[in-house]
């Protein structure tokens, strides 16, 4: 069977020299692929100005809703892929971590279209300003990468690796060729057909190129950026590549590390917390066939446990039964391929060097399966019992069911030992004592992106040591490729660029549609209340009616909000304050505002659901007058639920509240729920 590769619009068989893929469990050759011949410059130009230009145009909404649909989509189909994922060597478990996981990352950055806006560039926190009289400001504002964004994908996770890059990316409104590992691209290319005759994304926005990839960096531009997963040596290898340095593109990395489980001193055998870290690393070890970048490689102990951890890992090891990954009673599958096999024996046996096997069986003898012909290998742990001195251990990496027992003295010295990997993904200490944990972390922070606290509380609900979040970034320092993916909307940043805008406050209202303070007010003799969300302009904006403030006002406010605070009522305490007298209360003003600006009448405002930013700038003494000016600030159109007869949208309100002498003397942001026109 061809391997064919998606570019330029169409589907193509590799040419040239092709390469195999195989059957993990089999042996059994399931397909060839190459890229022999591909023009790899005209196959980005394609994604740029086809896929590029049908994005850009697109709004974050839109685009969020596009996934959310192709996330539907493939939901619905996720069962065809099983049967192809089951050739890779995964188990049924594994197969769920990678396509179902795959399709809920989709479904997760889908759902962060709630907090982008209607519109293709997005603004980043609040004004600066760079004048005293206001009249100069500056604000950063994101803009989609005019260029493609090219994905190296490792071959442990053909769905999943794809699908956590592409979320990201496509809804920050850059089209993607993605390069899976030409070990496992079969399982891949499924998905990649399936989305392409599903004609939910814009053509041009998704190109698959199988084979090894040489030549693929070589067209790059300043505009394009660069996802890799996969080792650290490779990773460092094309990160330095001539065309990367030239251009200086975005180049993220996600690499392979050796992550570590520290048991804590106080979990001792008897306790959850040891019974759950043995359950963790047995788990990791074990799912995927340890074929995982977070997989823990290190399992750092108290020296006293050293063989209470041995001998409950060997327990629980005995249980994992090998073999072919459709089998019922089969729990750990094979390697992908059997140069994954020959390639943790070498690392093995330089572990070795260093460390002695406490628990490995020389004979495999896998269930449903021919040792010979498919890529098994057993669960294997060594000992190492000087981690400080024998550095192999923090060196080497068997990308397969290897790990390695550490001993340690006190927590800090764990730490140490974590730290020798020189950058990790990921690391967990099982551990109830809070202050265990919390030196730890800060000890261990710095080296690597994830840490886990295990223990009795956390763990019914724990996601576990490998399990990378989609609104937590997933990423590390050092070894770890000092990359980040995932991490909710940080994972946008990769494809965006941070612009700052500068100018007067009119002129950026204008530019990014949100008002800011200092810009020319519109007023309107209608009432805001009164209108659509389609009739209200930003920058709209009322001055209502005064209000002089009365001791009876705070006084009554006190009675009925209960806040009898000195500073309101007691006009003896305040030497050594800043009042000067009694001081009306801060939510009094904003209560009073909203009476002065709200139209009572019932209109197209349906709620006022909330309050973004409140600040009291000034101090309101009885006698003062005080003033609202009420004005527009953003709108942010919503979708329709199934269940509603009617479109809405949330209108931000700037309430500016200000005194006599034209000062401001409380400022807020109120969100309201607004209707849209039925047409």
Not at 66 to 92: D, V
Not at 171 to 199: H, N, Q, R, T
Not at 328 to 347: I, T, W
Request: charged content about 25%; some cysteine.
């Amino acid at each position: 069977m061809e391997l064919k590769n998606y570019i330029l619009g169409k589907w193509e068989s590799p040419r040239g020299e092709k390469l195999p893929q195989y059957d993990a469990v089999t042996g059994e050759l399931i397909g060839y692929c190459g890229h022999e011949g591909v023009d790899f410059e005209a196959v980005l130009d394609y994604g740029r100005r086809v896929g590029g230009t049908a994005l850009r145009q697109m709004t974050f909404r839109q685009r969020g809703v596009m996934l959310k649909k192709l996330a539907l989509y493939l939901h619905g189909i996720r069962k065809k892929y099983y049967p192809l994922s089951y050739r890779t060597g995964a188990t049924k478990t594994d197969s769920w971590i990678d396509i179902d996981g795959g399709i809920g990352t989709l479904f997760a950055y889908a759902s962060l279209r709630r907090q982008l806006p209607d519109k293709p560039f997005y603004v980043e926190g609040d004004a600066i300003g760079l004048s005293k009289g206001g009249s100069f400001i500056g604000h950063h504002i994101l803009l989609p990468r005019q260029g493609i964004a090219v994905h190296i994908n490792a071959f442990n996770f053909p769905i999943w690796g794809m699908l956590e890059k592409l979320a990201p990316t496509l809804l920050a409104g850059m089209p993607a060729l993605v390069k899976p590992s030409e070990l496992s691209s079969f399982l891949a290319e499924a998905m990649v057909k399936d989305i392409v005759e599903s004609g939910i994304l814009p053509e041009g926005s998704l190109q698959l190129v199988q084979g090894n990839g040489i030549g693929i960096l070589d067209h790059l531009t300043a505009q394009d950026a660069v996802a890799f997963t996969g080792s650290a040596e490779t990773g460092r290898r094309l990160k330095t590549h001539p065309r990367i340095v030239q251009e200086s593109v975005p180049f993220n990395m996600e690499a392979d590390s050796l992550n570590a489980a520290i048991l804590g001193p106080d979990a001792t055998p008897g306790t959850p917390e040891f019974d759950l870290f043995i359950k963790e690393v047995r788990r990791e070890m074990t799912v995927k066939c340890g074929q995982k970048c977070t997989a823990i490689r290190r399992i750092i102990v108290p020296q006293e446990q050293v063989e209470n951890v041995i001998e409950a890992l060997r327990k629980a090891l005995a249980k994992v039964t090998l073999g072919d990954p459709q089998r019922e009673e089969v729990r750990m599958g094979a390697l992908v391929a059997k140069v994954q096999q020959e390639d943790v024996r070498a690392k093995v046996a330089e572990l070795q060097k260093a460390s002695q096997i406490v628990i490995g069986e020389e004979e495999i003898r896998p269930i449903g399966a021919d040792a010979d012909k498919g890529c098994f290998f057993p669960p294997t742990v060594l000992l190492n019992e000087d981690p400080l001195h024998q550095l192999e251990t923090h060196h080497v990496e068997a990308f397969g069911p290897v790990s390695t027992v550490m001993p340690y003295k006190d927590i800090e010295e764990a730490a140490t030992i974590a730290n020798l990997g020189k950058g990790s993904l990921v690391s967990t200490i099982a551990t109830l004592d809070a202050d265990i944990a919390r030196r730890y972390v800060m000890a261990a922070g710095p080296w690597h992106g994830r840490i886990l606290i295990l223990n009795r509380d956390s763990a019914p609900e724990s996601t576990g040591h490998g399990s990378p979040m989609p609104l937590l970034s997933h990423g590390g320092p050092g070894r770890a490729g000092g990359g980040q993916e995932l991490g909710g909307l940080r994972g946008l940043y990769h494809y965006l660029q941070r612009t700052a805008i500068q100018g007067h406050p009119g002129m950026i209202t204008e530019i990014i549609d949100v008002f800011q303070p200092g810009s020319p007010y519109k007023e309107t003799e209608i009432h805001p209340f009164r209108k659509y969300f389609e009739d209200l302009q930003v920058g709209e904006t009322i001055f209502t009616a005064k209000h002089t403030v009365t001791e009876a006002d705070i006084t009554n406010f006190a009675n009925v909000s209960g806040d009898h605070f000195y500073a309101h009522m007691d006009a003896t305490s305040l030497d050594g304050t800043i009042f000067e007298q009694r001081v009306a209360h801060g939510y009094f003003i904003l209560s009073k505002a909203a009476g002065l600006f709200v139209e009572p009448r019932k209109g197209p405002v349906l709620l006022n659901y909330g309050i973004d930013e409140c600040r009291f700038t000034k101090p309101v003494y009885p006698g003062m007058t005080i003033g609202v000016k009420f004005t527009v600030k953003e709108k942010i159109a919503q979708e329709k639920r199934e269940d509603e007869d009617f479109r809405k949208g949330i209108v931000k309100f700037l309430v500016d509240v200000y005194d006599e002498t034209g000062e401001t003397v409380a400022l807020a942001t109120i969100l309201t729920m607004v209707k849209m026109k039925n047409l």
